[in-house]
T-cell receptor, first 114, second 111 residues
Framework: DAGVIQSPRHEVTEMGQEVTLRCKPISGHDYLFWYRQTMMRGLELLIYFNNNVPIDDSGMPEDRFSAKMPNASFSTLKIQPSEPRDSAVYFC????????????FGEGSRLTVL | AQSVAQPEDQVNVAEGNPLTVKCTYSVSGNPYLFWYVQYPNRGLQFLLK??????LVKGSYGFEAEFNKSQTSFHLKKPSALVSDSALYFC?????????FGAGTTVTVRA
């Protein structure tokens, strides 16, 4: 398997623009997670899905952030409008189970909002 | 509430020496404990986990970790460090709530 695939790897945009990050999880994994990593706050869980259904979105910082999983092989994280404080590395991860399964992370999408 | 503490921001060791990265946790119920490693500009990679059973867990790349329930610790160890082990290491715990990551420990192994 190719692992978790994220795109784009790098995104530079201007404040106010819409940003869409994409993720393809490992086939057969029922859980998909979106994390954000910054120097100040470390790794933060934004949202996770089980069988394409959002289960916990309490980590989504505000209404400007939204995530969807239209099918088992694709998820998006959208920021609209983007702000400089959204600059971070966004990781997608997938796992077979919730409690005992390890997470498989993608390479991340580095977002810079000017 | 659950939490993970990695008390050392940085660990520096010479190649060939033992490496220890410390982790303590707080969780209600039985803990599920994990170690991940992150190389520069890469995603996190799973190293090992403790779910139940033997307190000494062996993982990838020669790493092992010991679960100590009385001290609520799960320290990562490697008997002989390599320069290629230089990376950022994360401890994580899952209790009855979501997975919580520590702040990370930067390991530098000098030749």
């Amino acid at each position: 398997d190719a692992g978790v695939i994220q795109s784009p790897r790098h995104e530079v945009t201007e404040m106010g623009q819409e940003v869409t990050l994409r993720c393809k999880p490992i086939s057969g994994h029922d859980y998909l997670f979106w994390y954000r990593q910054t120097m100040m706050r470390g790794l933060e869980l934004l949202i996770y899905f089980n069988n394409n259904v959002p289960i916990d979105d309490s980590g989504m910082p505000e209404d400007r952030f939204s995530a969807k999983m239209p099918n088992a092989s694709f998820s998006t994280l959208k920021i609209q409008p983007s702000e400089p404080r959204d600059s971070a590395v966004y990781f997608c991860a997938s796992s077979e189970t919730l409690n005992t399964g390890e997470l498989f992370f993608g390479e991340g999408s580095r977002l810079t909002v000017l | 509430a659950q939490s993970v503490a990695q008390p050392e921001d940085q660990v520096n060791v010479a190649e060939g020496n033992p490496l220890t990265v410390k982790c303590t946790y707080s969780v209600s119920g039985n803990p599920y404990l994990f170690w991940y490693v992150q190389y520069p500009n890469r995603g996190l990679q799973f190293l090992l986990k403790y779910i139940t059973g033997d307190n000494l867990v062996k993982g990838s790349y020669g790493f092992e970790a010991e679960f100590n329930k009385s001290q609520t610790s799960f320290h990562l160890k490697k008997p002989s460090a390599l320069v290629s082990d230089s990376a950022l290491y994360f401890c994580a715990v899952r209790g009855s709530y979501k997975l919580s990551f520590g702040a990370g420990t930067t390991v530098t192994v000098r030749a």
